[in-house]
């Protein structure tokens, strides 16, 4: 069993909560699916919605995910008998790995306009960057209250 947070076959790939939120989503599908030997093509078992209000940054995002992940498992072992999977329609969409230039942030627009990305990066392992006047500059976030 594998839990991948897409409405798979859209999706497949790398970091698809991230790359959703970067989208501007804040309903986020998560799919349960059997192992497969193809990357996220197994046979849906489950599907549920993550739900997010726009203001969660990365650790909350995590958070979350991770109760919901920790929800559908629970819920899959009180069944009685195992769901068959239903085989994924349509054509699959990739997320590409994100790279430490994904974090770039652009000192042109507005912080508003960009709040998604400072929502998504790690402050530790790949901040918030940006260049100016020759020179990169690391941002972090963190909520105030």
Known sequence: ?????????????????????????????????????A???GD??????????????????RNKLGALIVAMCLDYLALPHPPPGLPQQGEPSWYARRR??????????????????LRVVDNDRYPAFFEHRGHRYVLKIERAD
Do not use: Y
């Open 1 to 37: 069993i594998v839990v991948h947070a897409s409405a798979l076959p859209n999706g497949r790939g790398f970091s698809p909560v991230v790359w959703q939120i970067l989208e501007g989503l804040n309903e986020i599908p998560v799919s349960m699916i059997f192992a497969a030997e």
């Open 44 to 61: 849906i078992v489950m599907q549920r919605t993550l739900r997010l209000r726009g203001h969660e940054l990365n650790d909350e995002v």
């Open 39 to 41: 990357v996220d093509a």
């Open 100 to 117: 430490p230039q994904d974090s770039r942030f652009d000192p042109n627009k507005t912080i508003a306009e960009q709040f998604n990305l």
